[in-house]
């Protein structure tokens, strides 16, 4: 008996034990943020798909540098004969070195590898603002699916009310069973929508336990003074000329394609001859024990190799015709991506400055709505109005409050994605949105607005240091790869940062990067 309780008392601990991995209290955007920079599958996959496209360039220049091969060889031969026996020993080794002279596809493949370098560091760096994005949308849509529940929990409370009012009503003949049997019906409906909100509220959660690893239990909330913020500057064209030049999935599209031309090259390289210099070096020993003597061969030298191609029966030329069709091919994703991100920006834009208005009526909306329902029961109960027009009275204000709840939740949203589209998404940005959110508090009473920010308006601003003419890239790409492959914890996260400054120059089609005490060019 005492060893089962023994036993029994040691699962407990380990199930407590695992429980404060994986479910934690009450949080704020930033830390669960911090969790899932270090917890989300999709950031750690991305992370290290950076990593191994770092590898691209060496492999790449690896064919324009020198071969060298060693070989060598050592056998033992065995004469038998009817009365003795013999022993030859023969050693030997050889040393090659080749060194490509000319060869315009390796060349080529260095090109298009630098491209492609550029273009996985833009796409990682994208995904930096995507786990940022995917974090606060994910943290919101709990703390939306919470005030919702909240709103219909209240809605049903004050419904549960007028059924009962109308029960008594009934019993004593003051009201007919058309007026009870609305108030059951909007009774049932509100039960339902109470299962329906709680689902989803639960659904939500698993949406950031998906992200970050944990079962949060609350989440901080946002203030009811939290700041209306409107773009600066208030110009639209300006945000969408930064969005086309900042945006990391169109920087990513653009150095998709130079790779892909530089593909054309790489394959049309093929017809055109190659020059090799080979050296070669052979030593060779010979000892045969039975009495013959040694022999010792050393030779060495040094050719060019011309390889002239003739014909390759039309797989050349297909393949040229094939890298042509793909470049052509990311010409038309550049466009789609710059067109789709270009629109994302405005209607975002737009988007802002119409949730700030939206809000603001929603409020006003919210405080009519209780002034009509107010009005609606004071006249009920002098016998003007029925329990269906009260029924209905408080069906709109529950409505105007989820309407609220939306709006106000997709305006701080907004304001996330308008940076994300620009490429100037970061952790601060969430550090001043987390500044807006306070602990839980207790709901309100019922029909009572609980948050109403204020009218106050800010402006979020293009930083200073992000020049419209510029895109940013990391500058510590190589040795961040470099000290990736020394570590040998596999987990390890890299986040970049965005102090090199790579500028596209369509002129003359040139990509240049531009770091501290580093300058690299990819020219056509």
Known sequence: MKRCKFIILVTILILCTNSVFTIAFAANLMDVYKKALTSDPTFKAANAEWLANQEKLPIARASLLPQLTAAGSATRTRTQSENSAFYDNNLGYSLQLQQPIFNFSNWAKVWGAQAAVKQA??????????????????????????????????????????????KHKFDVGLIPIADLEDARATYDQATAKEIADTNNLSNKFESLREITGIRYLDLDSVKANFPLISPQPTDIEKWVKASEQQNFDIIAARFASVAARENIKIQNAEHLPTLTANGNYNYAYDNNLSGAGFNRNKAASVNAQLSIPLFQGGGVVAAARQADYQYQQALATLDQTSR??????????????SN???IKADQQAI???????????????AGIRTMADILYSQTKLYEAQNTFATDEYTYIKNLLTLKQLT???????????????????????????????SAKQKQVQLPAKVKLETIKTPAVAKNTADNARADSTASKIVVLNTEEIKQIDASDNKIETTAPGATSNIKN
């Open 121 to 166: 560091e833009a796409t990682f760096l994208a995904a930096q603002e995507s786990l940022l994005q995917r974090t606060a949308v994910a943290y919101f849509d709990v703390l939306l699916a919470k005030d919702v529940l909240r709103y219909t929990k209240a809605n049903k409370e004050a419904v549960a009310r007028l059924l009962n009012q109308a």
């Open 423 to 453: 490429g100037i998404l970061n952790a601060d940005d969430l550090s001043q949105i987390n500044s807006w959110l306070e602990k839980p508090v207790s709901a309100t009473k019922n029909n009572e607005v609980n948050k109403q920010p």
């Open 356 to 358: 700030i208005s939206k």
């Open 367 to 381: 405080r009519s709505a209780q002034s009509s329902l107010r009005a609606t029961e004071a006249s009920y109960t």
């Open 340 to 353: 789709s991100k270009i629109s994302l920006t405005r209607q975002t834009y737009l988007g802002i400055l």
